[in-house]
């Protein structure tokens, strides 16, 4: 193929014509696989100034053939983790200046690099993980599957699509050096199946260099070294840079070429060295098409699969049998899938089930027992606060719980959108129907005891009314609580905004002052606030058909329920608008949900 340096290429599928162009990974046969970046830059919109940017890439060039594992090392910051980002059409908020990244000759998209870098029993065997086949996870609370164990299975999620290419960023960070090892190893062996490996490392030790077929070195955003891993330390010995004896070539050629800015002299040192290191790699690989550097003509490359022929075992290699998967299945299978994990997920995790549910049957008990006691029909302003507190008290905690609940998947949520395992219109119908038991329990829990403890009407109508609009407040909170989860990167703004709804909604839902008293805006807020119409609501279902006793010194007078509801503001409308009202809160919070996965891009808190 002949040197084309506006393009990004990876070769290695095979096309067929079918009335429409399709990507198939035979992993079978030795396909070529191999991708070129030419002249990228990135340029960030966030920094000062109107026409400012940094360049995170400049003047890449890479070629990579399938069955070779190519290991991304530098410093911190130097470009590693956005180059990944741009192979995998993966936008965090730069932009590719100049340059073409091409698949097949074909231009790349996210689509086309789905197919590429997208059995069960298969990958567990493959991974060694059958030992722990059966086995949670775990998190930071939960205790499961070790740290090296974990990162196979991360892997192992990816490898159910059989993909072509497999890209990873850091796999070794927080692990030990012998789990590292054997990670790598697994990697190593992957590549050996006809599979192009990618990854990013800061300083690999000794060992696990050996285990590279190729090597690019990247400080700044620019290329000092690409080329094999056994000839690095010869090219960088032929520019008066050797290696001492004893040293790990990635540790001494890293730390040559990084960045120092303890001081400004060293700074301007450091990257005067590097910038000249970068300007020689230019030169001396000007004139080969694979952009990689040898240590004498007519060296070529050494790829897993000549090493593999030469001191493998077989049985090290990794070769998944073919399965054509080059598309999601259906919208209902992943729903079905989505909606089983969602419930067990819910019903594993007893502990804070158990804990939720005594929540809410603690706060039910203690307003319960309040005004537990009462022979006779409690005050009109004694019902009233009571009314309010029912509607308004279980809806503020189930707005945190769910909106920490959120975060605390976001992360998992983000890599599965992102790798293409599902779309976002069956995770959002799974989560919203996989959390109705749930919801409906703790409901069931809290509003049961705190309406016969409190004496209200006993009547199965009035009973079932008033439960029925309790329901409907606490969803509308848990779906606004989705929402604003979804809707902003952490935890901490997440909470902020629920609790400036949520205090919004609260004052102007016509307890803490009447409706007729309100200005402007927080009358037009009462409007929308599911507080105000379920407390609207629950004050029709108790007071319209009772009689209560007002006392004015010696005179007692009966004041019909229907004038307590009048004077409060609280019967401008039929019981039934309040539910259709909290029922439309419940759509519009539920359908800005849907639009925030849609839109906005779930990375977990850590990466903010």
């Given at each position: ?41 990135l ?43 741009v ?17 097949n ?6 689509q ?38 974990r ?67 990247m ?41 120092d ?7 301007m ?35 897993t ?150 004496n ?9 009314l ?55 805006v ?26 209560y ?19 409060l ?36 808190n850590?990466?903010?």
């Amino acid at each position: 193929m002949k040197k084309d340096p506006e393009n990004i290429s990876l070769e290695g599928a095979s096309w067929s014509q079918d009335g429409c162009t399709s990507l198939s990974v035979n992993l079978a046969s030795q396909i070529p696989w191999y991708e070129k970046l030419t002249q990228m830059q990135l340029l960030l919109p966030w920094n000062s100034g109107p026409d400012s940017h940094m360049s995170i890439i400049q003047n890449l060039n890479l070629k990579v053939h399938s069955g070779q594992m190519l290991a991304i090392i530098g410093s911190t910051a130097g470009g590693k983790t956005s180059l990944l980002d741009v192979i995998t059409c993966r936008d965090h908020g730069g932009k590719i200046k100049s340059g073409h990244i091409m698949i097949n000759n074909k231009p790349s998209t996210p689509q086309l690099v789905k197919k590429c870098i997208a059995h069960v029993e298969d990958v567990i065997a493959e991974l060694r993980l059958r030992q722990c086949a059966n086995t949670r996870v775990g998190n930071e609370y939960l205790r499961g599957i070790s740290g090296g164990e974990r990162r196979r299975v991360s892997i192992g999620v990816q490898l159910l699509w059989n993909p072509g290419i497999l890209i990873l960023d850091e796999p070794t960070s927080g692990l030990d050096s012998f789990t590292s090892h054997n990670l790598v190893i697994t990697l190593s062996r992957l590549a050996r199946g006809n599979r192009l490996v990618l990854l990013s490392l800061h300083q690999p030790r000794s060992d696990i260099f050996q285990l590279f077929d190729l090597v690019l070195l990247m400080t700044s955003g620019v290329t000092i070294y690409s080329g094999a891993a056994r000839d690095m330390v010869q090219y960088f010995t032929e520019l008066g840079y050797p290696c001492p004896r004893y040293s790990n070539p990635a540790d001494f050629y890293v730390d040559l070429t990084s960045i120092d800015k303890q001081t400004t002299e060293k700074e301007m040192e450091s990257l005067k060295r590097a910038n000249t290191l970068a300007t020689l790699f230019q030169e001396k690989i000007k004139d080969h098409d694979d952009f990689l550097w040898k240590a004498s003509e007519g060296d070529s490359v050494v790829t897993t699969t000549s090493k593999q022929s030469s001191h493998s075992k077989p049985e090290e290699v990794i070769n998944m049998p073919y399965r054509s998967s080059d598309r999601l299945p259906g919208v209902l299978k992943q729903f079905t899938v989505l909606l089983s994990r969602q419930v067990s997920n819910d019903f594993r995790d007893l502990s804070t089930l158990l804990v939720h549910g005594f929540e809410a049957l603690v706060m039910s008990l203690l307003i319960g027992f309040l005004y537990y006691g009462h022979e006779s029909r409690l005050s009109i302003r004694d019902t009233s606060a009571l009314l309010y507190m029912i509607g308004a008290l279980i809806p503020f905690t189930v707005i945190l719980d769910v909106i920490a609940k959120c975060h605390s998947e976001r992360a998992m949520l983000y890599l599965d959108l992102e790798n293409g395992m599902y779309s976002v219109t069956p995770y959002f119908f799974a989560k919203i129907l996989g959390e109705l038991p749930e919801h409906c329990a703790f409901v069931i829990i809290y509003g049961v005891p705190i309406y016969w403890l409190t004496n209200l009407f006993p009547e199965a109508e009035h009973f079932l009314l008033n439960f029925f609009s309790v329901w409907l407040a606490v969803y509308c909170a848990r779906a606004m609580a989705l929402w604003v989860a979804a809707l902003l990167p952490t935890l901490q703004l997440s909470a902020f905004l629920g609790n400036v709804l949520f205090t919004s909604f609260y004052l102007s839902g016509g307890f803490v002052i009447s409706l007729e008293q309100l200005w402007t805006v927080p009358y037009w807020v009462s409007k929308v606030s599911f507080l105000r119409w379920n407390f609207q609501g629950m004050m029709q279902i108790q007071f319209t058909d009772s009689m209560y006793d007002m006392s004015f010194g010696n005179i007692t007078i009966k004041i019909p329920g229907k004038l307590v509801t009048k004077a409060l503001g609280l019967d401008s409308e039929p019981l039934y608008i309040s539910y259709i009202i909290i029922g439309g809160n419940i759509f519009c919070f539920l359908l800005l949900y849907y639009l925030s996965l849609r839109f906005i891009k779930q990375k977990s808190n850590q990466d903010w």
